[in-house]
């Protein structure tokens, strides 16, 4: 056994097979993603069902799969008297398939919203801690510091239920949350980028300090900040759910995917497992998606 | 040097720990919540609304609510500074008490799963490691990234599902024990030792049963970012000069790798520590999947009922136990790996 055995292929024979996977994988990632967002515009349109009200048909079980292609045939050809429920109905009679496919509007928006809050808010304050290196800036890490060492969950958890459960609520609380994360991300890159040539070469062209940290060291900052958040798009659908899960994040009957959980929970004991399967799949491929898309990008940005 | 360290560290610990219980205080007193009237019901009048207000001693200004917390007020009863985080609005019980009871809970149930996962995690991310980009990489990787991205929640009513009911292995999740069955004394408030420090192993063992499912489902959760590190550090170790240099001097390979797997625990202790004190808050969906009265069921509870001493006590004891963790690590990082200096 050679020392080039033990240490593995070198770095030339490991980038092409490597590259293929990522592609690959990268693929799977994206096509979730772009189904989320899609069924995120038009989910409710497309749902058979009103996702928010209730039929006369309690506990119904999927169609097996057998029947599948009969209720296939009978919805196009319009003889069946109701649409089938695609992944039977819960315990209060709503439709699970209609329920699945529009809870991407609730879950995604809530998302999308706190990591753009954040984001924002983030950058423009890393930035500042970054370039600008005072009393003020060095208070500010103090106190994202405090920020940061709450419990996440629970701090999130304490956020939704004072103020009350709605889903403006959630996405401040979540924003609050993550808001140190891209401070602390943009202010380490903000630090590596403003001794650079580049800046030297704007100041020196008579610059204003404020233009060379806005026009300059800002756009060449950003790219941490930016692959975080493609990750943790996935995490805050995660916490959403999470949170309607323990009964503090949004209000029955709103189609999202935790709620639904939740409230199939207590079936799944006596065997009645769509109600909570069906949402469950759901994120889990859609918060798997996200980690992937995010580590792809992570990678290409490493890779230069 | 090294007591000069930790003194210093635990000072700005404890500062931060200050401002983080005043933090607390007052950002759940500025949320627009009613703990009064939540606690004497609804359309209560206006005698026994304000006579509520006065016993939790919310009539008061806001800065003397705060000493008294703090303790800085001690002629109206303990508070921080006498070690009392006060009573709870709800069982009237001391705040201490209550979590010094559901804590053990969750300490069993992480720290067990933390074992396993690390022990499972540790073969598998090193068989990715000895050969970077092949097929075995490729599969531990996927596995990994795709674990550390699911709901626990779910994947444990999925378990419920399987071995409780389609399988009939599991017991059904509803607690630590079956009702039917007397807890042990309590020493320790870990079922698991307790059991065993009473001499009662049936009970030990339907204990463990009891943990079966919620510990697979945490085990599964953790594995994915700890074999990811495993294997990113491992990879890294296998990289360096001493390993070469190991190979140079002719060393048998199970040597050098074993050389590598020292190299890459320091750093993953690091994250393993960091995870632990993230689970204490963050099993919270687990334990309330399997009706485990932990910490994180408790701090439901308190935030669902507006128990302000109980959440503020939860936040803080968390938190300062998450910063005792990271003092911990740096310490052992310094004895593991000799290039560290203070």
Redesign the interface.
Known sequence: MSAADLMGPTDEATTLPRRKKRDWLFGIGLTIVAVVVILAAIGPWIAPYDPTSVTPRIVEPPPSLGEIPGLLWGSITGTLEHPPHWMGTDASGFDIFSRVISAPRIDLSIALAANGLSLLVGVLLGLLAGYYRNVATGLLMRVSDVLQSFPVFISAMILVALAGRSTVNIIIALALLYTPIYIRLTRAEVMSQKVRGYVEAARAMGNPELTVALRHVLPNSLAPALIQASVTIGFAILLTAGLSFVGAGVRPPTPEWGLMISTGANQIILGEWWPSVFPGIAISLTVFGFAVLGNALERRYDGG | MLVRYIATRLVIGIA?LI??VI?VFF??RL???DPVSRLVGLNPSAEAYAQAERQLGLDRPILTQLLHYLGLAPEEGPGLLQGSLGISWVTGSPIVEEIGRHLPVTIELITLSFLIAFVLAVPIGMLG?????GKAD?GVF?YS??A????E??WG??F??LF???LGVAP??LGSLSPLTSPPPEITGMITVDALLAGRPDTFVEALHHLMLPVATLVFILSGPIIKMVRQNM?RA??SDF??YA??AGLP?WQ??RYALRAAMAPSITLIGILYG?M???A??VE??FSLSGI?QY??RA??S?DYPA?QG??LI??GI??LIYLALDLIHAVIDPRVAY
């Open positions: 931060q401002g983080l933090a950002l759940i949320l627009p919540a490691a000895l050969k970077p980009g490729r996927i990234l795709f550390g991205s699911q709901p929640f779910w009513l999925l419920v599902y409780f009911f389609t059904p999740p990879v296998l990289r390993v070469l190979h140079c390979r050098i790798a993230f204490l808050g963050g919270v969906l309330s999947v994180g701090s439901v935030v669902l507006f959440i939860v936040v968390i938190t998450s910063l």
